[in-house]
């Protein structure tokens, strides 16, 4: 009876609340406790960059998916067809890499509006297969289906890794170094050009500032080798891909880890393109930077006693540093922005699904 009155309490508070009440993070903390509650021990669902399950020996199967939508996550009359089959792949990899795993296989259901041209299909799958090459991810099938009004893309892709070498977002402890395994606000800077309509000039060529800002919001690169080669370095603690900003993904790693977050915005590493592009067109530098997302970088947490020599190490093997760029608090959920030493309040916020 109990049970009962519970679940009708549940469903009058819910009366009139709508999804961007919620937000993402509130729309997944009200369904998934349900569904991660009799999970056995060794599954690990609902919470990080992909599913776990047991598999061969030490050995653990990596499971992700990802939804893109014309017009919401593309738009698919500004993005040349060849790189959305590259990003496409691309954003699913980088949460394989965010685990430290290996991408084996890749599966893809498409929705297709019935007047797209073949042509652009063709480019399409020319532009999946050269990342598919690259990364040696086979693509074992899927399913297609004509869509009403928008193309939309779902990936589902499956890797592996050594359980002991897994990075799960709720590993990191307070004093660990927050770092990032590459440049930040890049693709929000492209994605502000073409917003903005600046990413044609009729009879000129782009700016090499404003192509470059173009090329890794269009092309981002899946850091896998940062990722498999951090997740076997002591003292790497949580670890996740840069999708939604480290805005929001800090947030994720808050909640997960029960920290707080202590970020120096003096110390974001950012490209001499975004700099130059933030200065023409009157961008907040930082806030890009912090919130622009889609960068598919790494963003992980080191213990202080291990960064120094993790950072040489990456150093040696990559030929560019790890950016340190903060550190987790005990401030439980407070994330707080830092410029020489003054905190800061910025206004642009990470991007949230249901409220951005």
């Known amino acids: 009876m109990e049970r009962k009155n519970k679940a009708k309490n549940k469903m009058k508070s819910s009366q009139g609340l709508k999804i961007t009440d919620l937000g993402e993070f509130g729309f997944i903390a009200r369904f998934s406790p349900a ?18 399950i047991p598999w061969q020996g030490r050995k653990r199967l990596l499971v992700t998916t990802d939804l893109l939508l014309d017009g919401v996550h593309f738009l698919k ?15 699913n990899l980088s949460d394989i890499a965010a685990m430290g795993g290996k991408p ?3 599966f893809l259901s498409i929705a297709i509006p019935s007047e797209t041209e073949v042509a652009w299909l063709d480019d399409f799958f020319r532009g999946w297969k050269k990342l598919s090459s690259l990364t040696g991810v086979a693509l074992l099938g899927g399913d297609t289906t004509r869509s009403l009004e928008k193309l939309v893309i779902n990936v589902a892709v499956l890797g592996e890794a050594e359980k002991n070498y897994i990075k799960y977002r709720s590993s990191a402890s307070p004093g660990d170094i927050v770092a990032v395994t590459g440049d930040l606000g890049d693709s929000g800077g492209g994605l502000r050009l073409i917003l903005a309509g ?28 940062e990722g498999f080669f951090l997740a076997r370095q002591p003292g790497v603690r949580a670890m996740m891909d840069v999708s939604d900003g480290i805005d929001s993904d800090l947030k994720r790693i808050m909640e997960s880890s029960r920290c707080g977050v202590e970020v120096h915005l003096e110390n974001l590493p950012v490209s001499s ?39 040489i190490q990456f150093r040696r093997k990559f030929q560019r540093p790890l950016r340190a760029i903060g550190r987790i608090t005990e401030l439980k959920g407070q994330l707080t922005y830092l410029l020489e030493g003054r905190p800061v309040i910025l206004k642009k916020a990470g991007y949230d699904h249901f409220k951005s």
């Open 35 to 52: 569904f991660l509650k009799g999970l056995p021990k060794k599954l690990k669902g609902i919470g990080d960059d992909c599913a776990i």
């Open 273 to 311: 393109a975004l700099k130059r592009c933030s200065h023409k067109y009157g961008w907040n530098l930082e806030e890009v930077a912090t919130a622009g997302g889609e960068d598919y970088c790494l963003l992980l947490t080191v213990s202080p006693a291990h960064f120094a020599e993790v950072a």
């Open 77 to 91: 009359e500004r993005i040349p067809p060849f790189d959305l089959g590259y990003k496409s792949l691309a954003v």
């Open 104 to 106: 084996l296989y890749a």
């Open 198 to 225: 600046l990413d044609k000039r009729e009879g000129k060529k782009l700016p090499p500032a404003e192509k470059y800002l173009l090329s890794r919001h269009y092309r981002p690169r899946p850091h896998l080798e």
